[in-house]
């Protein structure tokens, strides 16, 4: 459906067809506020992508349609072609960083459209990222480029042309993906492992609650600086290298506070490892007892939960759902649910009946399966 409607807006505003390449949205199982204590993330690729439509043009400049926010935009491709369009900035940053890094990049034209839904937490902007870099290395480098790095030209893209100063983990899950596959991202060494992912009688389910609590100061530079606090009374350098006893034997020595946050850091850091252990075993409870553990360290040790996101979660346990815990950085955002299938429309109707009733307005429910990241068609 998405291909047929890209196809027939590229053949109205273009004549003719290009090649189709398609990225995707990703999920995190587990592994959250890991990155910057240089420990281990979870993803996986979902079945939401973007997907465009592109063909060399043979002139100096990209020529590219937005299909869902229904704007057309040319640029060149030197520095100060910059588009004030946010979402061709996006194109325009990875071609950008394909050039600095000695890549090349031709003029194309370009049709696109997603059902990734955009700032629920499923990172559209590194599906899109991550398709239009996968599109360039494929059509003028020869696949030259390899996918780790391509992953760094979307992380770039954010970086110096969207101003969002984000890790690598989305578009490393966007561009690595594989379906049926989680990835264990090491985000101290960057190295990867693809584990099995087939819970033949679950599915995952994200239930978006459309709050987003702005807090006034940073809390999330709060965080940080208790983390790095902890590390440097421990004599490690991130909280990756510590365990709880270490923590245990200074716990006198550092606020209550900072314990609370380190116990849930390092709590994590060994779930993720009970996570995969229990994947090889295809032991998917233990996975879900792991998920509503996180939910627990996030909501009381780590504080960056709120009403709404306890409340999911609540719904959850209370509907006998598997897992349960909040994806990313808190605050508002999705809860993401290991259900068993024969529970899932029940449970689908009770958070979102009960959610509804409680907040006035009723929360977005995503399916997602775990899928391939960038690709050609
Ligand atoms: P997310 O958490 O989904 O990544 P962001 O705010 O980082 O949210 O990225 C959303 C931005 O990405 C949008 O404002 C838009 O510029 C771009 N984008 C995402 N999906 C699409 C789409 N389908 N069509 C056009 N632009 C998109
Ligand atoms: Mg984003």
Known sequence: MLKEKIARVFAEQFGGEGIFYASAGRINLIGEHTDYNGG??????????????IRPN??????????????????????????????ARYIFGVCREVLKRGGKVEGFDAVFAGNVPLGAGLSSSAALESCFAYAVNDLF?????????????????????CGVNCGIMDQFASVCGKEGNLMR??????????????????DLVLIDSCVKHELKDSPYNRRRESCERVAALLGVGTLRDADMDMLEAKREEMSEEDYKRAKYVIGEKERVLDVCDALEKGD?????????????????D????????????????????????????????CTINLVSKKLHDDFVKEAVDRFEKKYG?????????????????
Not at 284 to 300: F, I
Not at 304 to 327: H, K, P, Q, W, Y
Not at 361 to 377: E, F, N, Q, T, W
Request: proline share 3%; glycine share 10%; aromatic share 12%.
């Open 361 to 377: 307005h009723a929360p977005k429910v995503y399916d997602v399966v775990i899928s391939d990241g960038a690709r050609r068609l």
């Open 284 to 300: 998917y409870e233990r996975v879900g007892r792991n998920m509503y553990a996180t939910h627990e360290g996030l909501s009381k």
């Open 58 to 87: 043979g002139l100096d400049k990209v020529r590219v349609r937005s299909i869902d926010i229904d704007e057309y935009v040319e640029f060149g491709l030197e520095e100060k072609d910059a588009p004030s369009e946010s979402w």
């Open 141 to 161: 480098n020869d696949n030259r480029i390899e996918k780790f790095e391509l992953a760094r030209i979307g992380q770039s893209t954010e970086h110096n042309y």
């Open 40 to 53: 281990f993330v979870f993803p996986g690729a979902i079945d939401k992508v973007i997907m465009a439509e």
């Open 302 to 333: 780590y504080e960056v939960s709120c009403e709404e996101l306890d409340f999911l979660n609540d719904v959850a346990r209370e509907t006998g759902v598997t897992g349960s815990r909040i994806m990313g950085g808190g605050f508002g955002g």
């Open 185 to 202: 991202l090491d985000c101290r060494s960057l190295e990867y492992e693809y584990y099995p992912f087939h819970p033949e009688d679950y």
